[in-house]
């Protein structure tokens, strides 16, 4: 993911934010771990505007319920060069990071599309852009 263009996404808040959450944008997967610990990566914050790169693989935690009985839920998302987010599974219960592991792999290994639809803009436009930007004369 080198190189991919950042994207401002709103990463959701998963369960209740006065219990245990968390986000992540996972690098690789620890395939010798079933637990949140398998996912190695940088966090992020939750429940609002992130700048991630395109393509990225994010791993969304959250707890609601009694301090003495949470319920959990996790979460994962691939952010798009749109500024949106897919959804691809989501986990509840203790053993939600061995449930979610397969999946953050499969979408570790596949080449993510960061083609953007520009078609709708008028070429002077994009040309004015590139020009504003010092791409051309």
Known sequence: MAGAPLVAVEIPLV???RHKNWAKIVHEVDSSKSSGWAFVGDFIATGGIQD??????LVIYGERGSRGNPQIEARVY????DATLSHHQTAKGRAWARTLRDTVERLLDVEPDLSLDLSFISDTDLMAEARRRGLVD
Do not use: K, T
């Open 15 to 17: 369960g209740d934010e």
């Open 52 to 57: 991630v790169p395109a393509g990225a693989v």
């Open 78 to 81: 691939q952010a798009n060069s």
